[in-house]
Antibody
């Protein structure tokens, strides 16, 4: 069973940068498409973006100006960077693997990591 | 942005009953719609994709239907473990993927 594990600071100050990484328990990240989805406490799901095995990335238009996704094959991990954060960015962030053969649907999710933006 | 609306917001049922959940899109998403189940403290789980295809390991009591703007998730004979929040998701407008606000199925 594939397991995904997100990690990073749980607390980020307003206007600073949020950085998270995601590792897969087995296999190579190079073989899959990776996405990030976030969920504020008690609320619904918001799509952040996607990074391809070759490193190409695409983002939710609402976050495009602030977000960067990348894939590091040498470390076998995926990374998220979100600049200029505000309280509205407080959420559980999920690293999500795209379903093989069914693009843009998500069948493997990390347990999520809570990021709080506060001074 | 394609807006997804789910109804009802809450569905109060008992084990053994049938649950019918609705998802409506603000414009056609063809059949590019998925359903997810989320239990408290857990990540969502993919149930159905492309409107009617069950994901691997999903029991047959879960059935998705619809196309265009109107979609339905039916849970035939609720089991105790089915009480959760259900979200629909469209991929027609990628990368502007959106989710519905969710339907809570509870006792």
């Amino acid at each position: 069973q594939v397991q995904l594990h997100e990690s990073g600071p749980g607390l980020v100050k307003p206007s600073e940068t949020l950085s998270l990484t995601c590792r897969m328990s087995a296999g190579s990240v190079s073989n899959y498409f990776w996405n990030w989805i976030r969920q504020p406490a008690g609320k619904g799901l918001e799509y952040v973006g996607r990074v391809s095995p070759n490193g190409d990335s695409n983002y939710n238009p609402s976050l495009r100006s602030r977000v960067t996704l990348s894939i590091d094959k040498s470390k076998n991990q995926i990374s998220l960077r979100l600049d200029s954060v505000t309280a509205a960015d407080t959420a559980v962030y999920y690293c999500v693997r795209e379903k093989v053969g069914a693009r843009y649907y998500f069948d493997y999710w990390g347990q999520g990591t809570l990021v709080t933006v506060s001074s | 942005e394609i807006v997804l609306t789910q109804s009802p917001a809450t569905l109060s049922l008992s084990p053994g009953e049938r649950a019918t959940l609705f998802c409506r899109a603000s414009q056609s998403v063809d059949n590019y719609l998925a359903w997810y189940q989320q239990k408290p403290g857990q990540a969502p789980r993919l149930l159905v994709y492309d409107a009617s295809n069950r994901a691997t390991g999903v029991p047959a009591r879960f059935s998705g239907s619809g196309s265009g703007t109107d979609f339905t998730l039916t849970i035939y004979s609720l089991e105790p473990e089915d009480f959760a929040v259900y979200y629909c998701q469209q991929r027609r407008d990628w990368p502007g993927i959106t989710f519905g606000p969710g339907t809570k199925v509870d006792f």
